[in-house]
């Protein structure tokens, strides 16, 4: 958390008193306070878009969420680490870091299926799923078994990792679930594969001017009617580190 300090305190990393008016970093925890240059010296870390301070920051659990990492990279050899401007970044990039970050922590699938009953969640709404399914062949089968323990149906379902080509997709079925499937990467032999299952309440159609194979990036999109809106849905998979510059060099014509 960034601040202006209105009364006077000491940064707890050099220990020198912060002068009325200087912009701190604050512990979203304990509010232990350092000075905002002292950040990159100190042990704060900046965990699910916020600040910790040593102390506190043992107890956080890290939400995954590899989008966070493409936001702040403009700031990493920066003097302002704690940046939260996206520079450069995709703003839609942002938008999906804050909802990664907001995201719930199941523990199995009878504290999610609670957890729906709670709330005002319908099928009705727009519900996505991601997985790394870490190949059909082995793992299709399991997840397909949960999908139907679950007391929800999600609108579409995105898979990486499938190993999977488009023409074996129906080898892999989901009830109620149509399958759009990207080409695989044809130089390795696992680890590739996108794919997404649109539920048949939505109207879809593939957008084939997203979807790509290339060797760092796969992709693969469908344009979808949920009511009066229209929407794109997809997922995108890296076999590297992804860099804003990759996705700006992608050529989607």
Not at 71 to 97: A, K, V
Not at 141 to 170: C, W, Y
Not at 179 to 192: A, E, H, L, V, W
Not at 199 to 211: F, G, I, P, V
Request: charge should be negative; hydrophobic fraction near 30%; glycine fraction near 4%.
């Amino acid at each position: 958390m960034m601040s202006r300090l209105l009364h006077k305190e000491v940064c707890w990393h050099c220990k020198k008193n912060i002068n009325f008016g200087q912009v701190i970093t604050e512990c979203e925890s304990c509010r232990t306070v350092i000075h905002r240059k002292c950040f990159k010296k100190s042990s704060f870390e900046i965990i699910n878009s916020k600040h910790y301070c040593t102390s506190c920051k043992v107890n956080i659990e890290v939400i995954y969420n590899p989008f966070e990492a493409l936001c702040q990279s403009n700031s990493e050899h920066s003097d302002r680490p704690y940046d939260s401007e996206i520079g450069d970044c995709f703003e839609d990039l942002n938008t999906i870091s804050s909802i990664l970050n907001n995201c719930s922590r199941y523990n199995n699938i009878t504290d999610f299926n609670n957890s729906i009953e709670a709330s005002s969640v319908k099928n009705e709404n727009l519900s996505l799923l991601f997985q790394n399914v870490d190949g059909n062949k082995t793992n299709f089968d399991s997840l397909a078994v949960n999908m139907q323990r679950l007391n929800h149906k999600f609108s579409v379902i995105g898979l990486a990792e499938t190993n999977t080509e488009p023409e074996n997709k129906s080898l892999f079925n989901l009830d109620e679930y149509s399958s759009y499937y990207q080409n695989i990467n044809s130089t390795k032999f696992k680890g590739t594969g996108v794919a997404l299952y649109v539920h048949d309440s939505l109207k879809a159609e593939r957008d084939n001017d997203l979807c790509k194979t290339t060797t760092d990036f796969e992709s693969v999109f469908v344009t979808a009617m949920m009511g009066n809106k229209k929407m794109k849905i997809g997922v995108t998979y890296s076999h590297t580190t992804l860099q804003v510059g990759m996705i700006n060099n992608t050529s989607w014509n």
